[in-house]
């Protein structure tokens, strides 16, 4: 959460009214426009251009030291699906992926990337102090995923805190690294047992991308 001083506001997860020593979190279920009409009040645009519901609710959480996480809570509830066959050997629960840290997120699950490549301009036939200066390099992103087995996590820090943070998985990943949104490579992790560590500043949007080849 940080602050806000306009006047209209844009959200799907949550409002907070928060002083040093409580927090008042208001989560409006999907509803994304919402007003400050005065120092102590907030209005939401229930109907919307486009709106077909015409009931709606509200929550509320108090004192929730992570509220992104009450939003997510409440927006997607676990859903029970039935199967024919029994649990697994392995027991009646599982996991894929685990953060030591309540404060970061994963806003998606994502595929592997290729490392996009470097290619130069063609020699046009001019001068070589002007060939020089056309001759810039252009990143082309591979179309096609690479092969083998893998995916990435998008992690997002949510409360505004330096926050080094322990990703374990269900199995020892080979290789980890963490990309940005084209694929390239900003730096290569170190494995840790099951898990990977990372460093991620305030708010920082991050793409972590781990193989197990």
Known sequence: AQPIEMERIETLDFVEIASEDARTTILPMGLPFHRKTGPRMIDSLLVAEGETERKFQFA?????????????????????????????????????????????????????????RTVESEDDGMSDEVESDSRRPIELTQAEAPAGAGFALRLQETEGQYSNVNVEFFRSPTSAR????????????????????????????????????
Request: contains cysteine; negative net charge; proline residues 9%.
């Open 178 to 213: 963490l990309r940005d949104f084209r694929g390239q490579t900003i730096v290569v992790l170190p494995i840790e047992g099951d898990g990977v560590r990372i460093d991620l500043s305030p708010f920082t949007i991050a793409d972590l991308e781990v193989r197990f080849d």
């Open 60 to 116: 509320i959480a108090v004192d929730q030291n992570y509220p992104l996480q009450s939003a997510r809570d409440v927006l997607n509830p676990v859903v029970p699906i039935r199967t024919e066959n029994g649990p697994p050997r392995a027991g009646q629960t599982g996991w894929f992926y685990h953060i030591d840290s309540r404060c970061v997120q994963v806003s998606r699950i994502l595929g592997l990337m290729a490392e996009p």
